[in-house]
Structures are given as C-alpha cells and as structure tokens.
C-alpha cells in the first residue's frame, strides 16, 4: 500500500511541474506589408545629413572645378585668337606696304632710235620748251639742231648703257605706279598707291 500511495504520490509530484514554452527555439517574421517602420535614431539621422551635405559639398567642387576649367579654357581662346588677330593685322599691314610700296626704276634718256645720250635733259619736256623744243606723242621730246630740223629724244624704263651706245632692257613705255627718277637724279615721275604718274623734270623726292 505504500508502494501505491508511492506511485501515486510520484505520479502527481511529477505532473505538477511547469508545462514547456511552445515559442521557445522559434524565429518570429514580420510582414512588411503591416508593418511599421521603425523611426531611425538621433545619431543615424545626423550621419545621414552629413552624408548628404558631404555628397552636396563634392558635387559643389566638380561644378567649380568645371566652370574654372571652361573660363581658362575660353580665355587662352581669346589669347589665341588675339594673337591671330594681331599677326593677320600685322601681315595685312606688311602686305599693303608691299603693295603700296612703289617700284624704283631709272629713266635713260636715249635718241629716237635707242641711242643712249650724255643729257639726261634731253628728254625733259621743260628743258625742250626752254630751249625751243616742245613734247610730242608717244613720250618724244624734239629739241632743235644747229643746222636745222630737231632731234627726238625719250626715255628709256628700266635699261641700262653707257652715251654713244644702245640701251639694253627695258621699255619705252612707262610704268603706271613706279618712282622714276633719273640717273642725275630728277623725277620722272612719282609713285606710290593711287599715283599713276607725275611731273618730268621734278628734283628728287
């Protein structure tokens, strides 16, 4: 009877300890459809706008760095174009001074026939009406002969030779723009841009 009373006794000792945990050992899954999200703390609220300004600040620098680049670039632009500007004046310049500038040439005063006389004078229409001569066509001055009649003289441009003997070179017919004087040094004519002729018998310029 006391093994029963045992028994028994053990039975109920053993049925009144605490009944297990069923969430005990298990993982809970929240479902994000219902649920509410979680308000984010001071702290990671300050380094999420200091991860905000820092990405502002950066973009801030690129723009700058951008907008320096472009005004560097454009000024060294302007200098070169600057430069190019002042060098094309510069030619222009040069090139309207070598247009402008007059051909040089020296007048020969030859007879009729291209004879080359001692007297440049024979050949200025001034000296012929003074010494009772006169200017004909086609550039001839005729000055009177001792014995009678008159002689032709004119200027040769551009020829070379010594009194007595024939010019060499050269044209009779005279240059349009060109400074001639002759070899005594007197003005043919004078040249230069927009001159197309001149006075015989000037003294030189």
């Known amino acids: ?39 984010p703390t001071l702290a ?3 380094a999420r706008q200091q991860a905000l300004a820092e990405e502002r600040e950066r973009a801030e620098q690129a723009e700058r760095a951008r907008i320096a680049a472009e005004q560097k670039s454009d000024s060294r632009r302007k200098v070169f174009i600057g430069a190019g ?13 070598l247009v402008a500038k007059p051909e040089e040439v020296t007048a020969t ?14 050949c200025d229409p001034e000296y012929a009406q003074q010494h009772g001569g006169y200017p004909g066509a086609g550039g001839f001055v005729f000055l009177p002969m001792p014995g009678g009649g008159f002689q032709q003289y004119r200027y040769n441009y551009g ?3 010594v009194p007595g003997q024939k010019v ?27 001159v ?10």
Not at 85 to 97: E, I, M, Q, S, T
Not at 109 to 122: I, R, S, W
Not at 170 to 191: C, E, L, W, Y
């Open 168 to 194: 060499q070179g050269g044209s009779f017919t005279k240059p349009d723009g060109a400074n001639i004087t002759t070899k005594s040094g007197k003005t043919v004519q004078r040249g230069g841009f927009g």
């Open 44 to 46: 990671e609220q300050r």
């Open 85 to 97: 500007v002042g060098l094309g004046l510069v030619g222009l310049v040069a090139g309207w001074y």
């Open 109 to 122: 005063c030859t007879t009729a026939d291209g004879t080359v006389v001692e007297n440049d004078e024979y």
């Open 196 to 205: 197309s002729g001149g006075s015989f018998g000037k003294s030189g310029a």
């Open 1 to 39: 009877m006391s093994d029963e009373n045992n028994t028994a006794g053990g039975s109920s000792g053993s049925g009144q300890g605490e009944p297990p945990n069923p969430n005990q050992g298990t993982m809970r899954f929240q479902d994000p459809s219902s649920t509410t999200p979680r308000e």
């Open 159 to 161: 020829g070379t030779g």
